[in-house]
């Protein structure tokens, strides 16, 4: 558990900062920083494999994560940093992960499951709303892009 109000607090702005969690309620997100799961990592320590089944996201504290993004094993890697949410998609959906995440720099990462996520979201049924309908959007403005291309493509 968080006892320090400043750490909950500066975890809050973090999460409030993240377009995912742009239109939650403060006290959602208090929710989230309060329950979730705070771990300090290692250099090297792996947060997650590529195909690891993904029920959880993770929130950059402090220090450094290395995503290693090829599918056909040649070197490449995207390096994140505080504020960089892993795997948001996870925590609205089963998935796998697409990457192998390795700690660069020693640091904190909090730790969000989707059965909290699910938690918020029958608690606060406002905020539930507003990321399905900001999800939607996104989704069919996907499609419509995608559509768009293969219409292009196909003249």
Do not use: W
Request: charged share 25%; proline share 3%; with cysteine.
């Amino acid at each position: 558990m968080k006892m320090d109000a400043a750490v909950l607090n500066d975890e809050i702005a973090l999460l409030g900062a993240l377009p995912f969690f742009a239109d939650f309620e403060k006290e959602a997100l208090k929710l989230i920083a309060f329950s979730a799961d705070t771990r300090i990592v290692r250099a090297g320590d792996v947060l997650f494999r590529r195909g690891d089944a993904a029920d959880s996201a993770f929130l950059m504290l402090s220090g450094t994560v290395a995503l290693d993004v090829a599918d056909d094993g040649s070197p490449s890697e995207a390096v994140f940093g505080r504020g960089c949410l892993l795997g948001q998609h996870a925590l609205i959906a089963p998935t796998q992960r697409p990457a192998t995440a390795v700690m660069r720099e020693p640091g904190a990462v909090l730790k969000i499951t989707r059965a909290l996520m699910v938690r918020v979201l029958d608690t606060y049924s406002d905020t539930a709303a507003k990321l399905r309908g900001r999800i939607e959007t996104e989704l069919s403005t996907t499609l419509h892009e995608v559509q768009g291309a293969m219409n292009r493509l196909m003249l």
